[in-house]
């Protein structure tokens, strides 16, 4: 349906024709006061039942524009057997000949990208009535450069006929294709939810605002014209664009307290400018927003692919467990006995499951840990057990860790200081040598002798020797402690397999080691 200009349609003089679809045209007209207006004009015979969707569409707007100055006014609504109409502020005229032509966003992207220094009042304003009619609970549903018209200059959205509340169901598709979600537009069933629908306003927005920097079509997107200058407008504005529009709905910027929150920044940085902290942020979330797409991209796939990623964990955790760092030794945190020995003149701190043996019940204890062990014989037996008792002479002590064959223990020993100068005088290299002599000469030629150094441990001096007289089976400790008048010696025997645990066990037990002659 369509009217000559110069018609008197309900008292409003038609002026100018400016637009139109299958259902409804627009007009540019003046009331009886000669003011300028514009009608949207309604078909109800070609529009069927669905006229009554469009006449939602404005009541629910004329609900919110009390609170949105910003928002296009609605001034009179009505209807006859034919038709229903509305009349609404007239967008600017931008006609060169006296022919009326609206000012809308589409019409100046016609000659290229905005000025720079209309990018963010023209962005931030459509932003501002975005949010009122979202605030109120509404979405627009076709938010598109063409349906952003100038109203003295200032930017608003017009085309209010599919403004839906957020809370009401649609099962169609609404809005231009361009500027609707990807995956909206390959559903069969698009999104109906209040979060859809605002979600599909923001992207919308987005599209907005990459045509208005590079004043490309939205099926350009993501392009960027090679010529387009680089200034900070177009950095900042395409950032925002390109968040907004993210190909990944799960990735993509989709809150309006968030999207507030950037055009902010945009304008604090376009005021003083980007500081080190703004691009290290940038840099940050980036890398960031890359690291959960590749997560979630991870995600998918193993969604899809459940079984393959089931038979995988079963093989790996067991692997995992096996190759997991045994967890260091810490005496701090384990239940620990004291080992006072009055006869060495020495205490410290030892764990609960560590066996110290006494003289006098030596022989019923070596009993008790051999007693599962029916390959041993009586002759064995007693000279173990023997050998135990000539080392206890004299106040030694013996510590057995695990017992087994061969055993971890630890033998101490105290002697007289016949060459406590010697041992403090001489050198490590020397020491090396000597200590690798008389362990060849007591324990074999095939022994090997891997370190020897001075250490002071529990503020005493101590020669360390680590060697083994069984090289591959069995690994020797050895700690000789300079005191003032004496000598004091750990020899700890352990299985070769044994080692790294032991000694880690060992240090930190001598960090509780403490003598009762002054040590030196």
Request: net charge neutral; charged share 25%; proline share 4%.
């Amino acid at each position: 349906m369509s009217y000559e200009i110069g018609t008197i349609y309900h008292g409003l003089k038609l002026t100018g024709y400016c637009g139109g679809g299958a259902y409804g045209e627009v007009y540019i007209c003046e009331d009886i006061s000669g003011r300028k207006l514009a009608v949207k004009i309604i078909s109800k015979v070609k529009l069927g039942d669905d006229w009554e969707r469009e006449l939602r569409g404005v009541s629910n707007y004329r609900k919110i524009t009390e609170n949105g100055p910003g928002l296009l006014q609605i001034y009179h609504v009505e209807e006859d057997a034919e038709t229903f109409f509305y009349t609404m502020e007239a967008a600017d005229s931008v006609g060169s000949d006296g022919q009326y032509r609206a000012d809308t966003l589409a019409e100046r992207l016609k000659n290229g990208p905005l000025p720079r220094t209309e990018l963010y009042p023209t962005l931030s304003a459509i932003f501002a009535g975005i949010k009122i009619i979202h605030d109120a609970g509404f979405a627009h549903r076709d938010i598109k450069p063409d349906n952003i018209i100038f109203v003295k200059g200032q930017p608003k959205l017009s085309d209010i006929g599919l403004l839906s509340s957020l809370s009401a169901t649609y099962t169609q598709l609404a809005g231009t294709l361009d500027f609707l979600p990807p995956e909206e537009r390959a559903s069969d069933t698009p999104g109906t939810d209040r979060r859809s629908r605002q979600k599909n306003d923001l992207y919308a927005f987005g599209k907005v605002i990459y045509c208005s920097v590079t004043g490309c079509s939205p099926q350009d997107f993501p392009t960027v014209p090679a010529e387009l200058p680089l200034t900070v407008e177009l950095k900042f504005f395409l950032r925002l664009a390109f968040r907004l529009c993210n190909k990944d709905p799960l990735l993509r910027l989709d809150s309006l307290e968030k999207t507030a929150n950037e055009l902010a920044q945009i304008e604090r940085k376009l005021l003083y400018g980007e500081t080190f902290h703004d691009k290290c942020h940038y840099a940050v979330r980036e890398a960031l927003t890359y690291l959960s797409a590749e997560l979630l991209a991870i995600a998918r796939w193993s969604r899809r692919h459940w079984i393959f990623v089931l038979i995988v964990l079963m093989a790996a955790v067991p692997l995992v467990i096996y190759l997991k760092p045994e967890k260091k030794f810490d005496i701090a945190h384990v239940k620990t006995q004291k080992l006072r020995s009055p006869e060495l003149k020495l205490s410290m701190d030892l764990p609960m499951q560590w066996t110290v043996l006494k003289r006098e019940n030596l022989r019923q204890e070596i009993a008790n840990r051999r007693q599962n062990q029916s390959n041993i014989t009586p002759e064995e037996f007693e000279k173990q057990v023997k050998l135990v008792e000539a080392q206890m002479t004299s106040g030694a002590c013996v510590i057995f860790i695990e017992y087994g064959k061969p055993q971890d223990f630890c033998l101490i020993q105290s002697s007289s200081g016949a060459f406590l100068k010697l041992y403090r005088e001489t050198t490590e290299e020397i020491l090396k040598y000597q200590f690798s002599e008389l362990f060849k000469t007591e324990s074999g030629p095939q022994t090997e002798v891997y370190e020897v150094k001075k250490l002071m441990i529990s503020e005493t001096l101590c020669i360390y020797t680590d060697f083994s007289a069984q090289p591959g089976k069995t690994r020797t400790l050895f700690y000789l402690f300079i005191l003032e008048n004496r000598i004091v010696k750990f020899i700890v025997n352990i299985k070769q397999e044994n080692y790294h645990k032991r000694k880690e066990e060992l240090a930190q037990c001598l960090k509780t080691l403490k003598f009762d002659d002054g040590a030196k």
